[in-house]
């Protein structure tokens, strides 16, 4: 019996794949603006989220990624009390940073990006 291999999905367009990228990196807002880690990719997304799958796929993605890193550093400030909170905050931080970079590399490469260790709420 023969498996039929699925064909490769086709490489998303250079426009869309900025989109997708930009729902990734507006995460920096947060650099700026309390909540703007938070409010860049869910503007992003739902500006752009209609125009390609693509793009809604990686906008959910980044904003569920943002809102684990919101609850992760909540918890981190409760946990300053007993010191570990320091420590664990920047760990969460450069964390993020870091898997929030690779993110928006891969995608305008035109690889679905998954981060790991994210709590997916916005399905």
Known sequence: MMIESQSPLPTPSKEVRQWAM?????AFFGLIFPFGNLLGPLIVWQLKKEVDP?????????????????IAAMICFLLMVVIIGFPL????GVGA?????????KVNDGVAYRYPFTWRLIK
């Open 54 to 70: 693509y793009i809604d796929a990686q906008g959910k993605e980044a904003l569920n990624f943002q809102i684990t890193v919101a």
């Open 22 to 26: 930009l729902c990734h990196f507006a």
């Open 89 to 92: 905050l920047m760990l969460v």
């Open 97 to 105: 940073l870091v898997l929030t970079i690779i993110a928006g590399v």
